[in-house]
C-alpha cells in the first residue's frame, strides 16, 4: 500500500522556520512528483509547492516564493519543505501528496496523500 507520512510540524514565532519532511513507505518516491498543499479552517486546501520526479522542476505558491524551498532526498524517499521567515497566514495543515511523474496544479491530479501535519505561526 503507498503510504505518505509527513512530520516536522509544530508551533513557531513569526519570522522562524520549520522544514517539513514528506516519508514515503511501500514505494519508491523516485517515478513521482511531489506536492505539498496546506489547508486553514474555513478555507480550500491550496498547493503550496511542487517538485517533479526528477526534481528538476519545482514551482511555488506566490504567497511562499522566495520564504519556501523544496527538495528531494530519492535515496532517503523523502521530500522536504523548508520554510523560512513564517507568518501567521502560513499556519495549516500541511500535505504532501503524489503523482507522477510531472507536477500539477490541481489536487485532484494527485493520487497518495499523507495525514498531514500542523504547522502553527503564532506569537
Known amino acids: 500500500q503507498l503510504q505518505l507520512v509527513e512530520s516536522g510540524g509544530g508551533l513557531v514565532q513569526p519570522g522562524g522556520s520549520l522544514r517539513l519532511s514528506c516519508a514515503a513507505s511501500g514505494f519508491s518516491l523516485t517515478n513521482y512528483a511531489i506536492g505539498w498543499f496546506r489547508q486553514a479552517p474555513g478555507k480550500e486546501r491550496e498547493r503550496v509547492s511542487c517538485i517533479s520526479s526528477s526534481g528538476a522542476s519545482t514551482d511555488y505558491a506566490g504567497s511562499v516564493k522566495g520564504r519556501f524551498s523544496i527538495s528531494r532526498d530519492n535515496a532517503k524517499n523523502t521530500v522536504y519543505l523548508q520554510m523560512n521567515s513564517l507568518k501567521p497566514e502560513d499556519t495549516a495543515v500541511y500535505y504532501c501528496?503524489?503523482?507522477?511523474?510531472?507536477?500539477?496544479?490541481?489536487?485532484?491530479?494527485?493520487?497518495?496523500w499523507g495525514q498531514g501535519t500542523q504547522v502553527t505561526v503564532s506569537s
Open positions: 501528496a503524489s503523482r507522477g511523474p510531472y507536477c500539477s496544479g490541481y489536487p485532484v491530479d494527485f493520487g497518495s
